[in-house]
T-cell receptor, first 114, second 109 residues
Framework: GAGVSQSPRYKVAKRGQDVALRCDPI?????LFWYQQALGQGPEFLTY????????KSGLPSDRFFAERPEGSVSTLKIQRTQQEDSAVYLC????????????FGDGTRLSIL | KNEVEQSPQNLTAQEGEFITINCSYS?????LHWLQQHPGGGIVSLFM???GKKKHGRLIATINIQEKHSSLHITASHPRDSAVYIC???????????FGEGTQLTVNP
């Protein structure tokens, strides 16, 4: 399809394991965002890429969270030594340009830490 | 205090009713977005606006920049409109979105 694709859709991990979440943005989109959405709440910003450059990572909650976009297209969000409070839906969004643009969202990855 | 606040948190309506969801924000913005989220997580962008009013089908979004307030209206509501509606802003300082908590709308037949 032509939309933003995220995988896996669901991920269950034991506390302490490392996880990797993947985002395939719309082809040609310059900007890519990661958001975290806890149950019953609005999404919260994690990090932002413009092409391969990570321009803002101020929303990452700890140094266990790491994101990359090495070739300016696919992005991976990695969480090391997962904890229960990491359980959430992780949303990826992309936009054609930077700045004031509509963002196109993927369906998210629902992460459950046991 | 959240930078983006929505009201009401939950709204139940009968099919055919006119619905209004409100959003207030406290930061400088370059645009305000209304988004729709169905169960399962997928978010769809409904409107992006920086002034005035936009209409798409039965949906109308308005914004008052001076009062830092926006409304989303749904005319002739239908059960398929049941979803979470989220207000978000793009702050003047950057590209990322800052979200409200969302309004859970249920339209009963």
């Amino acid at each position: 399809g032509a939309g933003v694709s995220q995988s896996p859709r669901y991920k269950v991990a034991k506390r302490g394991q490392d996880v990797a979440l993947r985002c395939d943005p719309i082809s040609g989109h310059v900007s890519l965002f990661w958001y975290q959405q806890a149950l019953g709440q609005g999404p919260e910003f994690l990090t932002y890429f413009q092409n391969e450059a990570q321009l803002d990572k101020s929303g990452l909650p700890s140094d266990r969270f790491f994101a990359e976009r090495p070739e300016g297209s696919v992005s991976t969000l990695k969480i090391q030594r997962t904890q229960q409070e990491d359980s959430a839906v992780y949303l990826c969004a992309s936009s054609f340009l930077s700045g004031n643009q509509p963002q196109h969202f993927g369906d998210g990855t629902r992460l459950s830490i046991l | 205090k959240n930078e983006v606040e929505q009201s009401p948190q939950n709204l139940t309506a009968q099919e055919g009713e006119f619905i209004t969801i409100n959003c207030s924000y406290s930061v400088g913005i370059s645009a305000l977005h209304w988004l729709q989220q169905h169960p399962g997580g997928g978010i769809v962008s409904l409107f992006m606006l920086s002034s005035g009013k936009k209409k798409h089908g039965r949906l109308i979004a308005t914004i008052n920049i001076q009062e830092k307030h926006s409304s989303l209206h749904i005319t002739a509501s239908h059960p398929r409109d049941s979803a979470v509606y989220i207000c978000a802003v793009t702050e003047t300082s950057g590209s990322r979105l800052t979200f409200g908590e969302g309004t859970q709308l249920t339209v009963n037949p």
